[in-house]
T-cell receptor, first 109, second 112 residues
Framework: GQSLEQPSEVTAVEGAIVQINCTYQ??????LSWYQQHDGGAPTFLSY????GLEETGRFSSFLSRSDSYGYLLLQELQMKDSASYFC??????????FGDGTTLTVKP | DTAVSQTPKYLVTQMGNDKSIKCEQN?????MYWYKQDSKKFLKIMFS???????INETVPNRFSPKSPDKAHLNLHINSLELGDSAVYFC???????????FGEGSWLTVV
């Protein structure tokens, strides 16, 4: 089976940096993805890590440590529009994506 | 152009009814999914099809029956709806072996 843990809520102020952690227990691990979902919207893909290390995409970066079964999403220069839910998702080598329970990020002025 | 489209977007129905949600993707992907998101925003996979073949079937009641007439379509039929079926149902697609899932806009199902 697969299980993922991420914080349920995170609050930060505009312009700050926030890190959302994700730990997982899984068999057949292939990679870790991150998705963003605004209220009333669909989840949208942000980032993927198949190998250890940091992947950077603009203000967002994602990190993976396979040996620690751990990853994080780093959001820099926070903007109000970044207020959303963020999901980590484990991709198995069978092609199945299992999502964490999501982290609600609230960005305050 | 809508990549993954699903209809209807909103559905309110009574317990015991049967309803269907349709989904189509124009991305040329091999794999399609149905996910259920409950009121706590937990996103759980229900089914996955690859080229019309069922490859993932989570522990979903057999009242839920997916049908894939071709690799661009994956419909979801639900029999004998229950209150607990109220949720948002997301259709999604991706390339087989790919790391990105593309979600539709969701279908809000309310069972009363």
């Amino acid at each position: 089976g697969q299980s993922l843990e991420q914080p349920s809520e995170v609050t930060a102020v505009e312009g700050a940096i926030v890190q959302i952690n994700c730990t997982y227990q899984t068999s057949g691990f292939y990679g870790l993805s991150w998705y963003q979902q605004h209220d009333g919207g669909a989840p949208t893909f942000l980032s993927y890590n198949g190998l250890d290390g940091l992947e950077e995409t603009g203000r967002f970066s994602s990190f993976l440590s396979r040996s620690d079964s751990y990853g994080y999403l780093l959001l820099q220069e926070l903007q109000m529009k970044d207020s959303a839910s963020y999901f980590c998702a484990v991709l198995s080598n069978a092609g199945k994506s299992t999502f964490g329970d999501g982290t609600t990020l609230t960005v305050k002025p | 152009d809508t990549a993954v489209s699903q209809t209807p977007k909103y559905l309110v129905t009574q317990m015991g009814n049967d309803k269907s949600i349709k989904c189509e993707q124009n991305l040329g992907h091999d794999t399609m999914y149905w996910y259920k998101q409950d009121s706590k925003k937990f996103l759980k996979i229900m089914f996955s099809y690859n080229n019309k073949e069922l490859i993932i079937n989570e522990t979903v009641p057999n009242r839920f029956s997916p049908k894939s007439p071709d690799k661009a379509h994956l419909n979801l039929h639900i029999n004998s709806l229950e209150l607990g079926d109220s949720a948002v149902y997301f259709c999604a697609s991706g390339q087989r072996g790919g790391n990105t899932i593309y979600f539709g806009e969701g279908s809000w199902l309310t069972v009363v």
